[in-house]
């Protein structure tokens, strides 16, 4: 059974950090690609990040410059290093686990992915 689980959400002021963790049990952690999408009240989930089983990233245009994924195989677990937060970062963050290697053009279709964690809050007061 797949288990991803995320953690490292918190309240930050603008202008701060937080790195996320998930970690993925149950599955070839190191064949698949990870991604981070968030959700805010009121708004489409949206993509934030992949990184695929050759460490190749993608970032959203949105936190681009920002935010960047990276993952470590020997603990199974990708991380969100999140700087220069802004107030409209605040959401709902997920991680996500694909049966796929490669972050395609695709990467942001939410219904690619197989397992999904519950989430972890971020909000970031102005």
């Known amino acids: 059974q797949v288990q991803v689980e995320e953690s490292g959400g918190g309240l930050v002021q603008a202008g701060g950090s937080l790195e996320l963790s998930c970690t993925a049990s149950g599955m070839r952690f190191e064949n698949g690609a990870m991604a981070w999408f968030r959700q805010a009240p009121g708004k489409e989930h949206e993509g934030v990040s992949c990184i695929s089983a050759t460490n190749y990233t993608v970032v959203g245009d949105s936190v681009q410059g920002r935010f960047t994924i990276s993952r470590d195989n020997a603990k199974s677990t990708v991380y969100l290093r999140m700087n220069s937060l802004k107030p409209e970062d605040t959401a709902m963050y997920h991680c996500?686990?694909?049966?796929?290697?490669?972050?395609?053009?695709?990467?942001?279709?939410?219904?690619?992915?197989?397992?999904w964690g519950h989430g972890t809050q971020v909000t970031v007061s102005s």
């Open positions: 996500a686990a694909g049966r796929f290697s490669v972050c395609s053009i695709s990467w942001a279709v939410q219904t690619r992915y197989s397992y």
